[in-house]
């Protein structure tokens, strides 16, 4: 199956456009024939209406005035079914195109590694998947919609004029390259207000989920004026670009609508000069359907000319997705060997791992870290910020990749394995709980499908049983990110989520650091039944949470200091006796 990414190139948004609407082609097909007949009403109309003066001004029959008015009947009524077809045809290719880049965007961002999404604001990513595909599917339609009008009025025009009247096809070739020449001086000054302004718009994006989560910070240290006014920078710089790109568009559009014009006075008068003169055959029908013709085909390119300010938007929005389609930052799984059984042995082979800085700059977080934990075995990493706690936890779940050296599980090394089936043997606990807004049942069993005795048992188990009854039962809906949880409540909720996995490695990333006694007492208890026959690996500020642990891991700059358990460290006298003692 091809993927987005696949179809993808930003150097060639159009190209890119055309690969995507390719598996819609066939809805295309007939959304366009379906325009071409109810659009017939507007190449037709002007030849029916010019045999109808001839019919006046010759004194015709007026039988031939009766069928004239017939076919225009016919050719009007026509316009509401078929146009019902065609916004049907065309509405299920966009429709579906629209679905197919959201969610191919969606799909990259869960394979981009982790790194590029702390590197990346989450508003300019959400600004991606709404506003840009947004952008694109409105540039499309509206490109489709204004671009068949065009196309098929000008070949309707040339054809009935080249029956009638030959010698005005010169007139109507005229229009086509002047709008041509017109788009393309002005299309390269347009690409950049339309870049700067999306820019901006990203900026503001991020600035708004930023100042969304800050908002108790902001509030409980009276900020909101501070916060106001980085808000209203940021408001102001799009404003700015906003305003400098709707004067570039109005100019355009104005300068486009007086050369049309112009050309239709002359068109008019020409075709009234000939007529008049005798020049070559014109009857006042002629007259009337050539002025008819150019003004028709005149608004239908200036149409076509006032969307290209849509189009650029549309094709700087393809560009703008090419940040995510494009990122090379992506773990690769396709083809590895999967793990359908784990005992949680894992081995640190002289593991090194350097942080890139946004200055072009290394920070060496492991250096030739070397370490074997038993299965089943709790290992506790501690040591001051920067020492390479995080990162080791990282490189157990395979968030980063060793610089050098191995990371093995069970003695298969985690460089070759598919890391989405070594993952369904592993839970994380970290310091922020990551819920979402829904029921108790939906937060614990995200993942996995297990009955409700199951669940209430892992509630039980995380302490969490009591309050989760309080609330209402599994079916209580704990609000956006666990809003109507306390800390601690939401820490035993991903403990009991940790619980219905069962998983064989057990990670816990500061699990208890931002709670209370009280809090931390169940917490802790509840962590005791989850880590129990299970490999686990702990980071923790607190000494006291960590006493328990198998082996102690002390680290400083990247490598590993001390080992051993909590008593012998405290005789030792060592880093780990100095940090007990403070």
């Not at 389609?325 to 992506?330: F, K, P, T, Y």
Request: glycine share 8%; net charge neutral; proline share 3%.
């Amino acid at each position: 199956m091809t993927r987005l990414e696949d179809d993808y190139d930003g150097t060639r948004p159009l190209r890119t456009i055309a690969r995507i609407y390719r598996p819609q082609r066939w809805h295309l097909l007939a959304a366009a024939l379906a325009f071409v007949v109810k659009h017939s009403p507007v190449f037709l109309m002007p030849a029916l209406t010019a045999r109808v003066v001839d019919v006046v001004v010759d004194h015709r029959p007026l039988r031939e005035l009766w069928i004239s008015a017939a076919i225009m009947a016919v050719v009007i009524a026509q316009n509401l079914p078929v146009s019902t077809i065609y916004g049907r045809q065309l509405s299920l290719a966009v429709r579906h195109t629209e679905t197919t880049l959201r969610m191919g965007l969606t799909q990259r961002l869960q394979e981009l590694s982790i790194g590029y999404h702390r590197r990346t604001s989450a508003g300019v990513l959400q600004a991606k998947i709404v506003r840009d595909v947004e952008n694109v599917v409105e540039a499309s339609r509206s490109a489709y919609d204004a671009g068949l009008a065009a196309v098929v009025t000008l070949v309707g025009a040339m054809v009935l004029t080249g029956i009638n009247v030959p010698e005005f096809l010169p007139v109507f070739a005229l229009a086509v390259p002047a709008s041509a020449a017109l788009i393309f001086t002005t299309r390269r000054g347009m690409n950049q207000r339309n870049a700067s302004f999306r820019a901006e718009v990203e900026q503001m994006s991020a600035r708004v989920s930023e100042m969304t989560h800050l908002i108790p910070v902001t509030r409980a240290h009276a900020l909101e004026s501070r916060e106001l006014d980085r808000m209203n920078g940021t408001l102001t710089r799009v404003r700015q670009a906003g305003i400098r790109l709707d004067v570039l568009n109005t100019r355009f559009g104005a300068l486009s609508w007086t050369m049309f014009q112009l050309l239709s006075v002359v068109c008019l008068v020409g075709a009234a000069w000939v007529a008049w003169t005798g020049f070559f055959p014109v009857s006042a029908g002629d007259v009337v359907m050539l002025s008819s013709y150019f003004v028709t085909l005149i608004a239908s390119v200036t149409g076509l000319v006032g969307l290209v300010p849509i189009v650029t938007k549309g094709l700087e929005s393809v560009r703008s997705m090419g940040d995510v389609l494009g990122a090379n930052d992506v773990e690769q799984n396709h083809g590895k060997r999967r793990i359908d059984h784990v005992d949680g042995a894992i081995t640190f082979d002289h593991v090194t791992y350097l942080y890139d800085e946004p200055g072009g700059d290394t920070v060496l977080a492991l250096d030739d870290l070397t370490l074997d934990v038993r299965a089943g075995e709790t290992v506790a990493f501690v040591g001051p910020s920067g020492s390479g706690k995080s990162t080791v936890l990282n490189t157990v779940i395979g968030f980063l990749t060793p610089w050098s050296g191995r990371v093995l599980v069970d003695g298969t090394d985690l460089a070759g394995v598919d890391l989405r089936s070594y993952r369904t043997h592993l839970a994380v606990v970290p310091q922020e709980s990551i819920l979402f807004e829904g029921s108790v049942r939906d937060n614990v069993t995200y993942g996995v499908d297990v009955p409700d005795d199951a669940v209430l048992a892992a509630l039980h188990d995380a302490n969490a049983l009591e309050f989760v009854e309080q609330m209402g039962g599994l079916d209580a809906v704990i609000g956006e990110r666990g809003s109507r949880l306390s800390g601690g409540q939401r820490q035993r909720l991903a403990i009991a989520r940790a619980l219905v996995r069962d998983p064989r490695i057990l990670v816990l990333d500061e699990a208890t650091s931002a709670l209370d006694t009280t809090s931390e007492r169940l917490v802790q208890e509840a962590l005791g039944r989850l880590m129990k026959g299970r490999t686990t690996f702990v980071v923790a500020h607190r000494l006291s949470t960590i006493q328990g642990a198998d082996r102690i891991v002390v680290m400083e700059h990247g490598r590993v200091v001390e080992v051993g358990g909590h008593v012998e460290l405290v005789q030792r006298g060592g880093t780990y006796a100095r940090m007990h003692s403070a």
